[in-house]
């Protein structure tokens, strides 16, 4: 029981804290690198673009604002400025963890092996290669999820005022639940739990969750911190599902 009481008090911020400490963990640092080498080159290199043509997007984003709305440039300006790295920042970030998925997914069962003392029956280099089909469909499934939504929510930056006024602030609240949901999936899907289950059982944290995806979310926008962010993530998240999730999917107890 204290232990269980003890697992409720913590929240997102709790397990993103932990992720950065798990990364260093000996035995796991191996894990850590591949994830971190992708990261680095896509997100990083996609960065250095994105300030670069920085200074010719806001002129014409601003230009969309109607005259009588001018007076509020001052609040538009760093609001569309935020957008766009908010949009960038989620779909390079996205682009990565489709790259990296496996080795992620290796990082995940490594981690989890480590925290409980119980390793997964089938891990290692010879399973990934027999789920590697697997891990794709289900980063379909998770992009299936995500573009309908994106689009809605893009289309809102269209409506003079009201779009970039609203429209970041839902961005931001979606990129954090589609984090959290792009990086508990590893785990769960490692103990092949359904995407539509692994999303039922984050809805009963909703809180957690959205706070732990909005630290990776804002993190991802700071230039250098922003590269070691996949690894972290992964193992915040891990540490996650063995807390809260990993006995109520019938894989085990808590640690």
């Known amino acids: 029981m204290a232990n269980e009481n003890r697992v409720a008090a913590y929240n997102g911020v709790h397990y993103f804290s932990a992720g950065w400490k798990l990364i260093r963990l000996p035995g796991i640092r191996r894990f850590v690198i591949i994830p971190l080498l992708i990261n680095i080159l896509l997100l990083g290199g996609a960065f250095v673009w994105l300030f670069h043509e920085l200074g010719n997007w806001i002129p014409t984003m601003m230009s969309w604002v109607p005259g009588w709305l001018q007076w509020l440039s001052y609040i ?4 569309t400025v935020i957008s766009i790295i ?3 920042s989620y779909f390079f970030s996205t682009l990565a963890n489709w790259v990296a998925a496996p080795f992620c997914g290796i990082l995940a069962e490594q981690l989890e092996g480590r925290l409980t003392g119980q390793p997964l029956p089938d891990s290692g280099w010879a399973a990934l290669v027999k789920d590697f089909p697997r891990i794709m469909k289900r980063e379909w499934q998770k992009l299936a999820y995500y573009l309908p939504r994106a689009i809605g929510l893009l289309l809102l930056y269209f ?9 970041p602030v839902l961005w931001f609240l979606f990129s954090a639940w589609m984090l959290a949901i792009q990086y508990c999936d590893y785990p769960f899907d490692n103990h092949k739990v359904s995407f539509q289950r692994m999303r039922q059982a984050l809805r009963q944290h909703r809180s957690a969750n959205l706070q732990f995806g909005a630290l990776v ?4 926008m700071i230039p250098l911190l922003n590269l070691m962010i996949m690894p972290v993530a992964v193992c915040g998240a891990t540490a996650m599902w063995v807390d809260r999730y990993r006995a109520q999917s019938g894989s085990g107890h808590p640690h």
Not at 76 to 79: E, F, K, M, N, R
Not at 159 to 167: E, H, L, N, R
């Open 76 to 79: 538009l300006w760093p609001l």
């Open 159 to 167: 409506i003079p005022g009201f779009g970039q006024t609203v429209a």
């Open 217 to 220: 979310s804002l993190f991802t």
């Open 86 to 88: 908010l949009v960038f």
